[in-house]
């Protein structure tokens, strides 16, 4: 059984910041190891489409972000604690979403949405302008 559970989500203003965690619990994790694991932050805004906001890779913690966070998201992992980081400044209403952790096993910053194995339930972010 494999856990991703996100917290950290709020109410903030623009310009402000929030940083987003991510724990992974479960046999999964402990039997491959959470090291082999590529993880990502999705978001999805109403009527909207989910979007990758950033990866970091599982063999060498390269990451990767998407054009509209990059320069204000910094993604980042503890590899002993299990854990996934999401650390957003200059938030601005567009930003506004239910953001989500994802897992994938020797993934990379090229997979689709769809092909990560396993997802968070998602925390809420609201940043008001």
């Known amino acids: 059984q494999v856990q991703l559970v996100e917290s950290g989500g709020g109410l903030v203003q623009a310009g402000g910041s929030l940083r987003l965690s991510c724990a992974a619990s479960g046999r999964t994790f402990s039997s491959y190891g959470f090291s082999t694991y590529h993880m990502g932050w999705f978001r999805q805004a109403p009527v909207k489409e989910r979007e990758l906001v950033a990866t970091i890779n599982w063999k060498d913690s390269r990451t990767y972000y998407a054009d509209s966070v990059k320069g204000r998201f910094t993604i980042s992992r503890d590899i002993a604690k299990q854990m996934v980081y999401l650390h957003m400044n200059s938030l601005k209403p567009e930003d506004t979403a239910v953001y989500y952790c994802?897992?994938?096993?020797?993934?990379?910053?090229?997979?689709?949405?769809?092909?990560?194995?396993?997802w968070g339930q998602g925390t809420q972010v609201t940043v008001s302008s």
């Open positions: 994802a897992a994938a096993r020797y993934g990379n910053a090229r997979l689709s949405a769809n092909e990560y194995e396993y």
